[in-house]
């Protein structure tokens, strides 16, 4: 059964970091790509950085790079997103999700989220 | 830069058939995904590549496709199939991220 299971989550001030964690099971790490994807209060889904199974290609949406950064730990079968410089607007839910490797990327799995408040 | 578009909510009664569209330029040359997210719970794949449906996500699921738009249709709508539904594709013109919709609340009556 696949399952992923973010963490790391919580409160911090603008201008703080946090790093957040999506720890994956049932199926071939590396074989597949880890998205994360953020909803922030009452708001749509964005997507926010993609890594590959391999760890080799690696993509971010504009607002966040230079920001964050997504790795994974294929040992640990974990993938991190370290967000430095935080925002206000960078408040959100934030879920990792597996990607199915196609020509047009969707995710099949997703975890529950975890939440991140950027607030003095 | 491709965006895609939804309806920001649809109504439909009970037993009714609901259709939610998403437009968007990238969609004559790229795939669409449908996502299905209730209340307080993380999204749901629902239609994968236009019209393929994952195990386990009901018959009464179906999606279609025309020229740069993609539709969700939803035949014999139940009360449980009210939530919010989002489409996605991706840009391939060099970033290769990930886009999603703005959402379509769908109520059932």
């Given at each position: 059964e696949v399952q992923l299971l973010e963490s790391g989550g919580g409160l911090v001030q603008p201008g703080g970091s946090l790093r957040l964690s999506c720890a994956a099971s049932?199926?071939?790490?590396?074989n597949y790509a880890i998205s994360w994807v953020r909803q922030a209060p009452g708001k749509g889904l964005e997507w926010v950085s993609a890594v590959s199974g391999g760890g080799r290609n690696i993509r971010y949406i504009d607002s966040v790079r230079g920001r964050f950064t997504i790795s994974g730990d294929i040992s640990r079968n974990t993938v991190y997103l370290q967000m430095n410089s935080l925002r206000a607007e960078d408040t959100a839910v934030y879920y990792c999700a597996k990607e199915d490797s196609s020509s047009s990327p969707y995710f099949d799995y997703w975890g529950q989220g975890t939440l991140v408040t950027v607030s003095s | 830069s491709y965006e895609l578009t939804q309806p920001p909510s649809v109504s439909v009664s009970p037993g009714q058939t609901a259709t939610i569209t998403c437009s968007g330029d990238s969609l004559a040359k790229h795939y669409a995904h449908w996502y299905q997210q209730r209340p307080g719970q993380a999204p749901l794949l629902v239609i994968f590549q236009d019209t393929e449906r994952p195990s386990g996500?009901?018959?009464?699921f179906s999606g279609s496709t025309s020229e740069t738009s993609v539709t969700l249709t939803i035949s014999g709508v139940q009360a449980e199939d009210e939530a919010d539904y989002y489409c996605q594709s991706a840009d391939?013109?060099?970033?290769?991220r990930r886009i999603f919709g703005g959402g379509t609340k769908l109520t059932v009556l």
């Open positions: 049932g199926f071939t790490f590396t | 996500i009901p018959e009464r391939y013109s060099g970033s290769y």
